[in-house]
């Protein structure tokens, strides 16, 4: 079974940055797809960004221009980058790996 560790939320002024981590362990790790998702308080759950294994990449409307997804094959983690945020931007993120396996979530808010 895989394993996924998310780490890298808190919270952020408007116009700050931070970077989620999310490192897959387990036996036999194939990563073919990675994602990030996020859902805010009464909320559906959103994609945010994904990555394949070749490197094809997807954007939320909301935030393309701002956040940036990428991976490390060699450490199996994939890394979201997240420039400008704005108070929509709250919610918890969660990692999912090859569209079935989910993280726990961590919190990102985004407040004054």
């Known amino acids: 079974q895989v394993q996924l560790e998310e780490s890298g939320g808190g919270l952020v002024q408007p116009g700050g940055s931070l970077r989620l981590s999310c490192a897959a362990s387990g036996r036999s790790l194939n990563i073919y797809v990675m994602a990030w998702y996020r859902q805010a308080p009464g909320k559906q759950r959103e994609l945010v960004a994904s990555?394949?294994?070749?490197?094809?990449?997807n954007y939320a409307d909301s935030v393309k221009g701002r956040f940036t997804i990428s991976r490390d094959n060699a450490k199996n983690t994939v890394y979201l980058q997240m420039n400008s945020l704005k108070p929509e931007d709250t919610a918890v993120y969660y990692c999912?790996?090859?569209?079935?396996?989910w993280g726990q979530g961590t919190q990102v808010t985004v407040s004054s």
């Open positions: 999912n790996y090859n569209a079935g396996i």
């Open positions: 990555i394949s294994r070749s490197g094809n990449t």
